[in-house]
């Protein structure tokens, strides 16, 4: 039996969930609701002492972080297999997936918290806004989530996280200028794993952003028309959330445009 602790807007947990459609496989989910902090609970912490989402359990077994995650659920099942079979682009496919958990991730987490989830945190008294970040056990991302909740798009690293993308959908575009999908001919894991950060630019309403960059465009419309897409995307993003997201993405976009026009 598959179990997947996740939440509907968390891009770690989209990436499992699009590894579970493309393999067909069966799995029940724990909902936690990261924005009011249910991440934190003591019986979540001994599953995941990060306290961050996916956590998937296997017949009992634990298993964290979602890159590792998404290999095991391609060792362990059989089915349309995600990992190529040849050396080279496995080593390709896992340049993708490294950089997603190296950089991809660390800079969509404040692009995130600043264009949207500050806005809901904030709802809350000063008191209780605190306390949310207090309960982070990770101490570098207490400090960068406090950044990015009280100063918004002045906090430090947000600057370095918008030109991150910006380069990042350049590099991209070019590698799909001569491949259909990120490793070569076939769609594997490194296509899946960057999906639900394309995505989450999209969803902000930042699509201006890779407008010039047709392969890439080709690539994500090639991404959204798969049957993995949709459940994996958005069936668990309650529409309450999705629709702030939007709206204020919107909002956010003239303060992005202006640290992507100011590059140097
Ligand atoms: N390296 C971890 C990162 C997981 C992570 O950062 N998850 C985010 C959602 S995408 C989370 O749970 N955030 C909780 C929070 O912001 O407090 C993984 O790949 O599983």
């Not at 590698?175 to 999908?181: D, G, T």
């Amino acid at each position: 039996m598959l179990e997947l602790y996740h939440h509907g807007s968390s891009v770690c947990a989209a990436k499992v969930r699009l590894i579970l459609a493309e393999k067909n496989l069966e799995w029940t989910g724990h909902y936690l609701d990261i924005l009011a902090g249910e991440q934190f609970n003591p019986d979540y912490l001994k599953l995941n002492p990060k306290a961050v989402v996916p956590t998937l359990i296997h017949d009992g077994e634990v298993i964290t972080e979602s890159t590792i995650i998404c290999e095991y659920l391609d060792d362990a099942f059989t089915g349309h297999p995600l990992k190529p079979a040849e050396a080279l682009p496995r080593a390709r496919m896992r340049y993708w997936t490294k950089l997603v958990d190296e950089e991809v991730h660390p800079a969509v987490r404040p692009v995130t918290y600043v264009s949207t989830h500050r806005h809901t945190i904030l709802k809350r008294s000063q008191a209780e806004v605190e306390e949310h970040i207090e309960r982070d056990p990770d101490p570098m991302w207490r400090e960068r989530k406090r950044g990015w909740i009280f100063d918004g798009f002045d906090a430090p690293d947000v600057r370095q996280a918008v030109l991150f993308f910006d380069h990042l959908l350049k590099r991209m575009d070019a590698i799909l200028a001569s491949h259909e999908w990120l490793t070569g001919n076939t769609y594997t894991m490194a296509d899946s794993a960057l999906t639900p950060y394309v995505n989450r630019l999209d969803m902000l309403g930042f699509a201006d952003m890779w407008s010039p960059h047709h392969h890439l465009r080709r690539w994500f419309d090639q991404v959204r028309n798969r049957p993995s897409f949709e459940p994996a995307l958005f069936q668990y993003l309650p529409e309450d959330l999705r629709n702030d997201m939007r709206s204020r993405g919107r909002q956010a976009w003239p303060e992005v445009k202006k640290l992507l026009d100011n590059k140097t």
